[in-house]
Structure formats: structure tokens, C-alpha cells
């Protein structure tokens, strides 16, 4: 019997898939189909075909349309995809829809569009280009079309519009519509041009990975910033290249800069496509096609460029695959680090993660044995490490929160004609408006969270829920008009800046002000030039960039971090401050790093300082294994938020019964989110653990569904994050 019914996923919070009736064309698996809805028409995706279905026939609808011919899905990506849609609870057509781009999502096109090609006609073959000799252009062209077609594009840029217009109206030459050959030209043009000689340490490394390309073999290549990390990715890849096969480098959010885009372009004279936020729906779409059908040799992108489709794939790299960014925080809370690995074991790939700073995960991974590991401890050009110290700042009176000692830190290096980098975690940072006669603090009472004072916009505003209101001329409790500002933002610290150092002029790079991409790499190009002697900012100035003329770097504040609920947040402050560390300074003046502390004698600090990252996330690790924390153990968290407290609580104490006889698996809570309230609701959350990442996996699966079909779990807003990596 042949199959007239197909499996569809739709982009629905259905866990279920649809049956159809298959109506003339029968659809490949892994294909788009339009299909009807209740009221709507959704593009849904084919993951099986079959003879019957559990549903009487006549209750079935058709198919209205196949969209693609060939399947936008590989067998490969359906499996990753599948797998994803398991591993982290969430609903297998959500989990397709995010992985395309959108207007693939929207129904457009899967395949390449058509070109529009220039020709020589019949008579313009026959013509001989010496009749035109009074316009050599137009027989330039001419002589150029006999020998070869070209595409519409590359012809306007050496004629003009009105050489090609004349020969079309002599029938000299025509116009042709054609869909581009799909072969991978890049391949037999590659020109590699040579790198610097690998040191020892990267010698071993590109040995190490260049022996294992045609299997699964995972790579921790933990180098200091600097140590030549991106070269040793560089000469990795040359051989895959020289196959004609593809690489996927997945970046973090900010960490792609035209630097790096440049080293892989020039180095192999081969086309690179790249993939992040900023790009257009068509970009994005273009790249995805080109990738799919082998036209690029490389593709660089953010985390969702995990779910590129490629012809021939030969290795996948996360750079700093430590960053925060590769793991969605919405929707589909996947890890683009660990998809990565998920995709190169199913497609028997290498995958190479790096890290000038390995999240605890990966070196376990590496320390265990599962990872092979090679370590750069030395920096291959000559800059040098920021030498990095604690200041001591209890009692000490703080001006714009900088101690008297740092100021005059500063003044020396700026009077040196150098630049000074001043840090704010923003974690730690909470500017507010307070009475300086009663100690009232003005707070959002959606959020239970101090408001954040802006200057500038003379408002008071919630970064917790957007609220803005004005700033108020008298004390709320006591009617003081005492107020001052406590504590100190970005804004403020400019202003404080601007006043202690008049002379010299200072930049604020903060996610406020980087909005477009371009704006932020004119920044970064004014501030190496030298336009700029003071540079405030936040984690975004860690990533990817190199300050060479920065030879002072002051983290205002690493308390807040040190005294966190958060476990990772020792973890994450000790990276970005080594990453800091790494980008300031070169060789003739290496830089010099201060944190303010009222705890210099922290002993996460202390270790951390005297002997570097790489020491201290041993360390974590087994402090880590003492108390049974992630990668020792497994998580998922339960979320949820309700505009009672109460009323969160009590669903979760629901949920929370559907684990009670899972093996292995504890659970704690209900309790309260690192950030109670939000947007006026009360946010709980329900942590599960267990030492078996197996045996957790088995509870969920099944106790999510059970919970599903509870009635309270519609009237609630609820998720599941599997390896939560974020607790506020
Ligand atoms: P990372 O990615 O670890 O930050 P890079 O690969 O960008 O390091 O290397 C840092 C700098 O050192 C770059 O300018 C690079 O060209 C240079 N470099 C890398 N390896 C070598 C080497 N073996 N010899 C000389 N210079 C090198
Ligand atoms: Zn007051
Ligand atoms: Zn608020």
C-alpha cells in the first residue's frame, strides 16, 4: 500500500505531531509543506510518511502544498534536531521553526534564485567586433560575451548600463534568466597563503587535530589570549579545505570583529559567509543557501549558526566556548557549545572547542580523558599578561566609586599617554536614588528593585520591567529634598570621569550605545587610534578586542560577584577578568590590572591572582565535586511566575510531585529566583538534580508531559531550562 498520510510538525506548543493527507505530491522527509490550521495556513515540516493514521480518515485534511523539492532538512539535521527537541523538553515544530531562518519559516523559497546572465546572440556571434570599431567599448564587451556568459552584476561593474543597453538594441547580445551552477568553484581556486611557523605548543596542537579529521574528536584547546589560538585554528582546517570540505566557527554574540573575518578570508582566498544578529532576513537566507549547497568554505556565525545546513561538513570550532551567549535563554533554551558536540559526534566530525578561559564543563571534559587536551601557556607575538592586583578599599572614601589611590593610578598612566580602561560588572552595580536624611530608597514596586537614575534623560527608570518615571524633588517617606544618587552606573562614572580628568576625553561602551554594529567597530577603531584616553564599559569590551594602547585596567567592583547566590557567578567573574587581562597592554608596556575589593583577601581572589585561571578553575572543580554542582552533577530547572507568589508556588509543589519516585533525581525548592519579582510577577523555580545525566533525562520525559495536561499548567506561565546556565 503506498503512504497517503504524512507526519507534520508545526510550529505549535504542541508536543504532538499532525497527520495529513497527502494530496498529489508525496513530500520528501524533511520537507516544507503548507498546511491548514483551525483558521490558518502554517508551513509545517514532513518527518514521516505512513499508511494509516490513528484518526479516521475523513476527519483528516490535505496537504494544501509541497514547498520544497528537496528537503530543508538533512537526515543528519533532523536527527541532531530530534534529539534537541528531547533533550531539552521543548516542542520538536518549535524547535525545526528556529533552526531555519525566517523566511524560510514564512514559506519562501528554499532554493537559490535565478541570475540574470548576459549572452551573445546568434548574430552577435556572427558579427565581427571590428564593426564596432567606433565605439571600443561596446567591442570590448562584445569580444568579452563571445567567449564566455557573464552574470548582470560583474558586467555593470566595467560597462555602463547604456554600453550593454546599445548592443541588446542591435540584437548583438541577450538576457537570460538561470539558476547559478551549484558547484563548489572556491575549491580549485584556494590559495593558501602562509602562516607564521607554529610554536611548540601549537605544533603539537594542529598535530593533534590534523591526525583525527575523519572522525568524531573533541578537542579542548585551552590557550591564553594571544597565544595563537585563531592561527592554530587556521592551519587545522587547510587540509579540510583542501578536500573541498566545509567549517562551521561559531563566535560569541560580540566576539566577531572584521579582523578575524579578514585573517580567514585572505588566508585562503576562499569565500566566508557570515551569520549574526545584524544581518537582514535575506542575508541570513542567502548564507544559509550558499552553505547548503557547498558555495562557501567557511561559515562564521553566532549561536543559532549551529543549525547551518552544509554539503559536506569537516569540522565544527567554538571559539571561547566559555561565553555566556551560546546558551539561549528563551523559547528554545538549547547550548550552541553543546549542540556543537551533539552535531559532530552524529556527523563523525572534529570538533575543536578554545578558550583562553574553558568553562569548568569543558575541563572537565579535557581533565577526564574525553577530551583531548592541549594547552598554550605561552603567547606567540610578544605582548605580555596585565599584571593583575587586589586594592583594598574598605574605609576608603570612594569618589564616583574609585579610591583616592586608583585616581592617582590613573593620572600617572594618562599623563604617560596611555589609555585606562574602568570596568563596571554590571551584576554589581545598582545606581539608585536615596534620601540622604531618612535612607528612603526609591524603588518599582512591580520588580521590588531600586530604580535606576538616568541623568540624562532626567528619569528614574526599572531595568527590570522599563519603567520610567521622573525623578521625584522630595523624599517619598520623610519629604526630605535630600536625595542623592548611591551607588555607581556607567552614566555616572562618565560624569565622575569627566570631572576628576578634565583634560582628557572619555568613551562609554555599554549595550545602551552599541546598538548598531557598525557604530560599535567605528568605536573601537576611534579608541585604537587614540581619539579617546578613558574607556568605561562593561563585558562587552572583553570580548575579541585588543586595546594595545590601554596599559591600565580598574574593575570598579568585583564584590558582588564573590558574594553571589549564583554558583557559576566566581566562574564568570574570573573570566571575564582574565579576559580583560589578556586584552590590554603589548609588549614594550604591559599593562597593570587593579579590582577594588573590601574583600582583598578573598581566596577565590587570592588563588585567581597568584596563579592565574587555569589554577583556579582546578580548583572550582573541586570544590565543585565536593558539593555535587554541575559538571558533576545535572540540572534542570522548573520555572515559573504568576502575579502571586503563592500561586507560582503552589504549581511548582504540583510539578514537583511527578518527581518524587524518579531515580536519582532529588529536587529542591520551590523557591524564589535570584530576582524575586519581574514585570510585577513573582518568579519561582524548582531545581532538579541528579548525578546521571541519564537518569534526569528519563524523569523529565516522564513527568513534563504529565504536567502538561494538568489544567493549572495553562494558567500559568511555566518552562523547563535543562543545564541552566542562569538563575536570576
Ligand atoms: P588567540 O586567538 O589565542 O588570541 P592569535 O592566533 O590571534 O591568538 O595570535 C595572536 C597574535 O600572534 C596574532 O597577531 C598572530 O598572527 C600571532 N601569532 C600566532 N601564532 C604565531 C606564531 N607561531 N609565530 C608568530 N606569530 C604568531
Ligand atoms: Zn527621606
Ligand atoms: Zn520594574
Known sequence: MACTIADVAIGVPKRTLFDYLIADTVPEIGARVLVPFGRRKLVGIVLGLKEQSNWPVDKLKPIEQVLDQQPVFSPAMLTMLKWASQYYQHPIGD???????????????????????????????????????????????????????????????????????????????????????????????????????????????????????????????????????????????????????????????????????????????????????????????????????????????????????????????????????????????????????????????????????????????????KYQHFQLQQRAGVAQIARQQVFDIKNQPLQFGIAKGMQDRMAAHLQQGNQVMVFINRRGFAPSLLCHHCGYVEMCHRCDKSYTLHKGLNKLQCHHCGDAKHIPQHCHD???????????????????????????????????????????????????????????????????????????????????????????????????????????????????????????????????????????????????????????SFQALVRAEANSANKAHQFLQLAQQYFIDANEVISMGPFPALMEKRQGRYRMQLLLQSPNRASLQKALFNAIPQIENRPESSQIRWSVDVDPQDFT
Not at 535565478?114 to 556572427?126: D, K, M, T, Y
Not at 535630600?482 to 552614566?491: D, H, R
Not at 548598531?516 to 578613558?534: A, C, P, T, V, W
Not at 587570592?606 to 554541575?630: I, M, S, T, V
Open 95 to 369: 524547535v525545526l521553526q528556529s533552526a531555519l531562518p525566517v523566511l524560510l519559516r514564512n514559506g519562501k523559497s528554499s532554493q537559490m534564485p535565478a541570475i540574470l546572465i548576459w549572452q551573445c546572440s546568434e548574430s552577435g556571434q556572427q558579427t565581427d567586433e571590428a564593426e564596432l570599431k567606433r565605439s571600443p567599448k561596446q567591442q570590448q564587451l562584445l569580444l568579452l560575451l563571445k567567449q564566455q556568459p557573464m552574470p548582470d552584476s560583474e558586467l555593470k561593474q566595467q560597462f555602463s548600463s547604456a554600453i550593454i543597453n546599445a548592443l541588446h538594441k542591435k540584437a548583438l547580445i541577450e538576457q537570460q534568466h538561470i539558476i547559478p551552477e551549484l558547484e563548489n568553484y572556491w575549491h580549485h581556486q584556494l590559495q593558501i597563503s602562509s602562516g607564521p611557523n607554529p610554536g611548540i605548543e601549537q605544533s603539537l596542537a594542529i598535530t593533534g587535530i590534523t591526525s583525527h579529521l575523519d572522525r568524531f574528536h573533541p578537542v579542548l584547546l585551552e590557550g591564553v589570549t594571544g597565544s595563537g589560538k585563531t592561527e592554530v585554528y587556521l592551519q587545522a582546517i587547510e587540509p579540510l579545505l583542501k578536500q573541498a570540505k566545509q567549517v562551521l566557527i561559531l563566535v560569541p554574540e560580540i566576539g566577531l570583529t572584521p579582523q578575524t573575518v579578514q585573517r580567514f578570508k585572505t588566508r585562503f582566498n576562499a569565500p566566508v559567509g557570515l551569520l549574526h544578529s545584524n544581518l537582514t532576513d535575506n542575508e541570513r537566507l542567502a548564507v544559509w543557501r550558499q552553505a547548503k549547497e557547498g558555495q562557501l568554505a567557511i561559515v562564521i556565525g553566532t549561536r543559532s549558526a549551529i543549525f547551518t545546513p552544509f554539503k559536506q561538513l569537516g569540522m565544527i570550532i567554538v571559539d571561547e566556548e566559555h561565553d555566556n551567549s551560546y546558551k539561549q535563554q528563551d523559547g528554545f533554551r538549547y547550548h550552541g557549545r553543546d549542540l556543537a558536540a551533539v552535531r559532530a559526534r552524529q556527523q563523525n566530525i572534529p570538533l575543536l572547542l578554545g578558550s583562553a578561559t574553558p568553562s569548568l564543563e569543558s575541563l572537565h571534559n579535557a581533565l577526564s580523558n
Open 478 to 632: 520623610c519629604q526630605s529634598p535630600q536625595l542623592i544618587s548611591m551607588g555607581v552606573g556607567t552614566e555616572q562614572l562618565e560624569q565622575g570621569l569627566n570631572q576628576l580628568f578634565p583634560a582628557y576625553k572619555s568613551i562609554r561602551i555599554d549595550s545602551d550605545n552599541i546598538r548598531s554594529k557598525s557604530r560599535f567597530h567605528q568605536m573601537l577603531e576611534d579608541i585604537n587610534q587614540g581619539e579617546y584616553q578613558i574607556l568605561i564599559g562593561t563585558q562587552i569590551l572583553a570580548k575579541g578586542h585588543h586595546f594595545p594602547k590601554v596599559t591600565l585596567v580598574l574593575i570598579v567592583d568585583v564584590d558582588g560577584a564573590l558574594f553571589s547566590m549564583d554558583f557559576r557567578a566566581a566562574e564568570n567573574l574570573s573570566q571575564l577578568i582574565t579576559q580583560v587581562a589578556g586584552r590590554a597592554g603589548r609588549a614594550e608596556q604591559p599593562g597593570e590590572m587593579w579590582l577594588q575589593s573590601h574583600h582583598p583577601e578573598h581566596p577565590l581572589l587570592q588563588d585567581l591572582l597568584n596563579n592565574g585561571y587555569g589554577h583556579f578553575a582546578r580548583y572550582a572543580l573541586q570544590e565543585r565535586k565536593l558539593a555535587q554542582l554541575p559538571p558533576f
